[in-house]
């Protein structure tokens, strides 16, 4: 079974950065994307940024411009930057892996979610 392993998270101050990486294991197969989400306190978990294998990247309008995916490594991990940190960033942050066998229009969690790794942002 595929398994999702999300750390860099922390403390940051408003208009700080962080880098958050993902390590996934397992019987990894097809990966046709990878994307990163956040849930924060209250709110239902949402799409903050994808990348497909070809690299053609998508980001939710609200982190356009300041935060930025990286390519899918060799490791098959997709690192997140995020730079010019708000309050509205404070979260906890999955990723996961689209391993459809035959992809699709639009991104989809394929894997069991990991624990997370939490974001604070202080002013």
């Known amino acids: 079974q595929v398994q999702l392993v999300e750390s860099g998270g922390g403390s940051a101050q408003v208009g700080g950065s962080l880098r958050l990486s993902c390590e996934m294991s397992?019987?990894?197969?097809?990966?046709?994307?990878m994307a990163w989400y956040r849930q924060r306190q209250g709110s239902q978990r949402e799409l903050v940024a994808s990348?497909?294998?070809?690299?053609?990247?998508n980001y939710a309008d609200s982190v356009k411009g300041r935060f930025t995916i990286s390519e899918i490594s060799i490791r098959r991990s997709a690192d997140l930057q995020m730079d010019s940190l708000i309050p509205d960033d404070a979260a906890v942050y999955y990723c996961?892996?689209?391993?459809?066998?035959?992809?699709?229009?639009?991104?989809?969690?394929?894997?069991?979610w990991g624990r997370g790794t939490e974001v604070t942002v202080s002013p």
């Open positions: 990348i497909s294998k070809s690299g053609y990247k």
């Open positions: 397992g019987n990894i197969g097809n990966l046709n994307a």
């Open positions: 996961n892996a689209d391993l459809r066998p035959r992809g699709g229009v639009t991104f989809y969690a394929s894997v069991p």
